[in-house]
Nanobody, 123 residues
Framework: QVQLVESGGGLVQTGGSLRLSCAAS????????MGWFRQAPGKEREFVAA???????YVADSVKGRFIISRDSAQNTVYLQMNTLKPEDTAVYYC?????????????????WGQGTQVTVSS
C-alpha cells in the first residue's frame, strides 16, 4: 500500500524557518513528479512547489526565493525548506506524488496524497 507521510510542521514566529519532510513507502517515486500543496481555512488547495524525477524544481510565485524543494531518491523522500515564513504561509501542507509534469500545479492530477502537516506562523 502506498503511503506518503509528512512531518516537520509546527508553530513558528514570523521570519522563522521550518523543514517539511515527506517519506514515501509502498513504491518508488524516483521517476515521478512530487509536489507540495497547502490549504488554509476557507481556501482552496494551492500549489507550493514540485520537483521532477530529474531534479527540476518549480515553485509558486508566492514562495519563490523563500521555499526550496528537494528530494532524496535513495530515501524516497521529498523535502520543503521554508525560510522567512510569513503569517500568510499558515496552512496545512500536503505532500503529493505521481502527476504528469505538465500538470504539476494541478492537485487533481496527483494520484497519491499524504495526510498533511499543520504549519502555523505567528505574527
Amino acid at each position: 500500500q502506498v503511503q506518503l507521510v509528512e512531518s516537520g510542521g509546527g508553530l513558528v514566529q514570523t521570519g522563522g524557518s521550518l523543514r517539511l519532510s515527506c517519506a514515501a513507502s509502498g513504491r518508488t517515486f524516483s521517476r515521478d513528479v512530487m509536489g507540495w500543496f497547502r490549504q488554509a481555512p476557507g481556501k482552496e488547495r494551492e500549489f507550493v512547489a514540485a520537483i521532477s524525477w530529474s531534479g527540476g524544481t518549480y515553485v509558486a510565485d508566492s514562495v519563490k526565493g523563500r521555499f526550496i524543494i528537494s528530494r532524496d531518491s535513495a530515501q524516497n523522500t521529498v523535502y520543503l525548506q521554508m525560510n522567512t515564513l510569513k503569517p500568510e504561509d499558515t496552512a496545512v501542507y500536503y505532500c503529493a506524488a505521481d502527476a504528469p509534469i505538465a500538470y504539476r500545479k494541478d492537485p487533481a492530477r496527483y494520484n497519491y496524497w499524504g495526510q498533511g502537516t499543520q504549519v502555523t506562523v505567528s505574527s
